[in-house]
């Protein structure tokens, strides 16, 4: 069975980057055709769908936060990491890594598997 686990701090200071982790087990971030991403839900909103790493190591962003993400991994810990620069109040909201054959999905339905999520708070 696959899953998904978040790690990284959870309280972030302005300005300062964001870094979380996704740990899967249970299957290889490198099965074809499927997307890891990451997503996150703000207080009160819905789903925004953030940025994805493709099996083959090919990244796509969120345009709204393209100057700011970046999306890496390391295929021998089967691991894909979030950098998100620049942090600002508004960008607190739990955060949750999911892997789908969906690119860009805005519904959980659109996502095989996802972490339980973790909350960032973006405060001085």
């Known amino acids: 069975q696959v899953q998904l686990q978040e790690s990284g701090p959870g309280l972030v200071k302005p300005s300062q980057t964001l870094s979380l982790t996704c740990t899967v087990s249970g299957g290889s971030i490198t099965t074809n055709y499927y997307y890891s991403s990451w997503i996150r839900q703000p207080p009160g909103k819905g789903l925004e769908w953030l940025g994805a790493i493709t099996y083959s190591g090919s990244t796509y962003y969120s345009p709204s936060l393209k100057s700011r993400t970046s999306i890496s991994r390391d295929t021998y810990k089967n691991q894909y990491t979030l950098q998100l620069n620049s942090v600002t109040p508004e960008d607190t909201a739990v955060y949750y890594c999911?892997?789908?054959?969906?690119?860009?999905?805005?519904?959980?339905?659109?996502?095989?598997?996802r972490g339980q999520g973790t909350q960032v708070t973006v405060s001085s």
């Open positions: 999911a892997r789908g054959r969906r690119l860009q999905g805005n519904r959980w339905t659109d996502y095989d598997y």
